[in-house]
């Protein structure tokens, strides 16, 4: 059972309920369908608390163009959108761009700003999609530590 529809600020925050079966230590001779122990009161249900994170998915452009990295996680689709277009800027040639992950060294057209975070990555018109995904508490500080959090 579902009910994702509590707000908690600008996050957006749900329970669910989940039933656990818990079946007694001696199994009798015979084996019993599930509803029947549920039926005699072998069952738990608890409640868990899930935030509902939306996340910036791009390609990098030294590498395979399949290849889609996570860059930032926000709490609304509109905050990842913004965070774009904040770091864009008019195309531009980096000359001196290095080489790629097979080690073959060419110029780069680059969309995002230099030194930003996003300066590596193509433009979310190729190949870019933002997620949405519902976490738990314990899953959402891990990836709050590991990526960029726009409000």
Same mark, same amino acid.
């Given at each position: 059972?579902?009910?994702?529809?509590?707000?908690?600020?600008?996050?957006?925050?749900?329970?669910?309920?989940?039933?656990?079966?818990?079946?007694?230590?001696?199994?009798?001779?015979?084996? /019993? !369908?599930? %509803?029947?122990?549920?039926?005699?009161g072998?069952?738990? &249900?608890?409640?868990?608390?899930? $935030? +509902?994170?939306?996340?910036?998915?791009?390609?990098?452009?030294r590498?395979?163009?399949?290849?889609?990295?996570?860059?930032? /996680? !926000?709490? %609304?689709?509109?905050?990842?959108?913004?965070?774009?277009? &904040?770091?864009?800027?008019?195309? $531009? +040639?980096?000359?001196?761009?290095?080489?790629?992950?097979?080690?073959?060294?060419?110029?780069y057209?680059?969309?995002?700003?230099?030194?930003?975070?996003?300066?590596?990555?193509?433009?979310?018109?190729?190949?870019?999609k933002?997620?949405?995904?519902?976490?738990?508490?314990?899953?959402?500080?891990?990836?709050?530590?590991?990526?960029?959090?726009?409000?």
């Amino acid at each position: 059972m579902h009910d994702r529809k509590m707000y908690s600020g600008k996050m957006r925050v749900g329970t669910r309920r989940e039933v656990y079966l818990q079946k007694p230590r001696c199994y009798p001779r015979f084996r /019993l !369908a599930d %509803s029947s122990y549920m039926r005699m009161g072998f069952m738990e &249900t608890r409640t868990i608390t899930q $935030y +509902c994170v939306y996340g910036l998915l791009l390609n990098d452009m030294r590498g395979c163009y399949e290849n889609q990295h996570l860059v930032a /996680l !926000a709490s %609304s689709r509109e905050a990842l959108i913004d965070y774009l277009r &904040t770091n864009s800027v008019k195309p $531009y +040639c980096d000359e001196n761009g290095g080489a790629d992950d097979y080690g073959n060294p060419h110029s780069y057209h680059k969309v995002f700003a230099k030194g930003s975070p996003l300066e590596w990555y193509n433009e979310f018109e190729h190949n870019g999609k933002i997620i949405d995904e519902w976490l738990t508490e314990e899953q959402f500080a891990d990836l709050q530590s590991r990526y960029t959090f726009i409000g």
